[in-house]
């Protein structure tokens, strides 16, 4: 089955700077790739997803990248702000009617900016 | 998102004991899941139910047993809890797309 690696745990960064997190999955079958959210105490939120077919998708500050070959993806955070602080997590899962959007999540990683 | 609720939200059992979670949902979906979230760990899928006669095991099936008693409704069962099933529980649906949308959370505490 799935398995999705994400690194690091946790990172820090400065106000203002940008951050990058990074999962690789290992079903070369997986085709839709979404990130979420977790503010402390809160419910998980989408915030990105990206499909096999695209490379890159943009939304205003926030970024993912796909690399199929290498079964990569990567969150780019830019401009980072206090607010961004949170647990962020990637899965992955074969999307569409016929599966079971069995999303395989990673282990998160626990983002802090620091004013 | 209020259209996905669950209840109770906090819960504190001892072993042995049979415990339901519940999940209500008013978006009209047809899927619907059940998570398990411990620390390090990420999110990691129970059960998932395509409608009201499709009921599928997740990752991590075993001591659980879930019921779909309508479109709306998706409740997971512990039969007898054991401390290792303490966790924060998630109940999440999805429609047509692949997004899918997260109640608020139970909190499970097996003394």
């Known amino acids: 089955g799935e398995n999705v690696e994400q690194h690091p745990s946790t990172l820090s960064v400065q106000e203002g700077d940008s951050a990058v997190i990074k999962c690789t999955y290992s079903d070369s079958a997986s085709n839709y790739f979404p990130w979420y959210k977790q503010e402390l105490g809160k419910r998980p939120q989408l915030i990105i997803d990206?499909?096999?077919?695209?490379g890159e998708k943009k939304d205003q500050r926030i970024a993912v990248t796909l690399n199929k070959t290498a079964k990569h993806f990567s969150l780019h955070i830019t401009e980072t702000q206090p607010e961004d602080s949170a647990v962020y997590f990637c899965?992955?899962?074969?999307?569409?009617?016929?599966?079971?959007?069995?999303?395989?999540f990673g282990p998160g990683t626990r983002l802090s900016v620091l004013p | 998102d209020a259209d996905v609720t669950q209840t109770p939200r906090n819960r504190i059992t001892k072993t042995g004991k049979r415990i339901m979670l519940e999940c209500s949902q008013t978006?009209?979906?047809?899927?619907m899941y059940w998570y398990r979230q411990d620390p390090g760990l990420g999110l990691r899928l129970i059960y998932y139910?395509?409608?009201?006669?499709?009921?599928n095991k997740g990752e991590i099936s075993d001591g659980y047993s879930v019921s779909r008693q309508a479109q709306a409704k998706f409740s997971l069962s512990l039969e007898s809890a054991i401390p290792n099933q303490t966790a924060l529980y998630f109940c999440?649906?999805?429609?047509?797309?692949?997004?899918?949308?997260f109640g608020p959370g139970t909190r499970l505490t097996v003394l």
């Open positions: 139910s395509f409608d009201v006669k499709d009921i």
């Open positions: 899965a992955a899962s074969r999307a569409g009617k016929n599966y079971g959007q069995n999303f395989v």
């Open positions: 990206i499909r096999s077919n695209v």
């Open positions: 978006k009209g979906h047809d899927r």
């Open positions: 999440a649906t999805s429609g047509g797309g692949d997004t899918q949308y």
